[in-house]
């Protein structure tokens, strides 16, 4: 799969209204039979054009991936993704997430729930205020805290649970993953083309960076990131 190209990789966010015109509906029965695939991979280029009144939407410029079978449960990445964003550790702040299952069995009493960067963002969709966006350069899907009316729409319309939108019950805003893109208390350029903190600071390196979009399923963004080093401890490498 090839890197993103930012002058190709565009898909449509919104259903249309009054001011747009052309719904996701619309948009997907006039593409058809190139089909979603050629949309989200840059393929069509300059073969269809987008009317203008269409909401165009960039894809992510880079994407979190992890191994739930090599985590390990420490909350690292959460105690790190507060402290980087909030000056504070605090996982109730964290905008990456473990989850953990007291009843379930290796592999799955545990779950790293990171925002996916979605191509069609329901978040960005149901924000009323233009806090929910994505970037302008990056296209990195984030949020705008001077513009959010703490409404919560937004968390309420991802469709993943937990919702990786979340509420930030201290300072009152929504907040979701924004790739590090900004981070006042970590002095590391972040975003798309800098680094990210969970990345950086995962003791078992159970979480990556891509640049690639994933396969739009768990299975997309749940990969191996186990190693020949991890086999010789006795850890299962598949």
Same mark, same amino acid.
């Given at each position: 799969?090839?890197?993103?190209?930012?002058?190709?990789?565009?898909?449509?966010?919104?259903?249309?209204?009054?001011?747009?015109?052309?719904?996701?509906?619309?948009?997907?029965?006039?593409?058809?039979?190139?089909?979603?695939?050629?949309?989200?991979?840059?393929?069509?280029?300059?073969?269809?054009?987008?009317?203008?009144?269409?909401?165009?939407?960039?894809?992510?410029? %880079?994407?979190?991936? $992890? #191994?739930?079978? @090599? +985590?390990? !449960? *420490? &909350?690292? =990445?959460?105690?790190? /993704?507060?402290?980087?964003?909030?000056?504070?550790?605090?996982?109730?702040?964290?905008?990456?997430?473990?989850?953990?299952?007291?009843?379930?069995?290796?592999?799955?009493?545990?779950?790293?729930?990171?925002?996916?960067?979605?191509?069609?963002?329901?978040?960005?969709?149901?924000?009323?205020?233009?806090?929910?966006?994505?970037?302008?350069?990056? %296209?990195?899907?984030? $949020? #705008?805290?001077? @513009? +959010?009316? !703490? *409404? &919560?729409? =937004?968390?309420?319309? /991802?469709?993943?649970?937990?919702?990786?939108?979340?509420?930030?019950?201290?300072?009152?805003?929504?907040?979701?993953?924004?790739?590090?893109?900004?981070?006042?208390?970590?002095?590391?350029?972040?975003?798309?083309?800098?680094?990210?903190?969970?990345?950086?600071?995962?003791?078992?390196?159970?979480?990556?960076?891509?640049?690639?979009?994933?396969?739009?399923?768990?299975?997309?963004?749940?990969?191996?990131?186990?190693?020949?080093?991890?086999?010789?401890?006795?850890?299962?490498?598949?």
């Amino acid at each position: 799969m090839a890197d993103i190209d930012k002058t190709k990789d565009t898909v449509v966010a919104a259903d249309g209204d009054a001011k747009t015109g052309v719904s996701r509906r619309d948009f997907l029965t006039g593409v058809g039979g190139l089909g979603i695939g050629a949309v989200l991979g840059g393929l069509i280029g300059g073969a269809f054009l987008l009317p203008e009144e269409v909401l165009a939407i960039p894809a992510s410029g %880079g994407y979190l991936l $992890v #191994d739930t079978k @090599k +985590c390990a !449960g *420490c &909350e690292t =990445c959460m105690l790190t /993704c507060s402290l980087v964003h909030e000056g504070r550790e605090n996982i109730s702040l964290s905008r990456i997430q473990i989850t953990q299952d007291p009843f379930g069995k290796y592999p799955y009493d545990m779950a790293q729930e990171q925002c996916r960067q979605c191509p069609f963002p329901a978040c960005v969709d149901a924000c009323p205020t233009g806090a929910m966006h994505a970037d302008e350069v990056t %296209g990195v899907r984030m $949020v #705008d805290e001077a @513009k +959010c009316v !703490g *409404c &919560e729409k =937004c968390v309420n319309a /991802c469709v993943f649970t937990p919702s990786r939108v979340q509420w930030n019950h201290e300072d009152k805003h929504a907040q979701k993953c924004d790739l590090c893109k900004e981070t006042p208390f970590w002095s590391q350029d972040g975003g798309a083309d800098g680094k990210q903190a969970c990345v950086e600071l995962c003791p078992m390196k159970a979480i990556s960076f891509t640049k690639e979009i994933p396969m739009q399923s768990d299975a997309g963004y749940d990969v191996n990131l186990r190693n020949e080093h991890y086999g010789k401890l006795g850890f299962p490498t598949n």
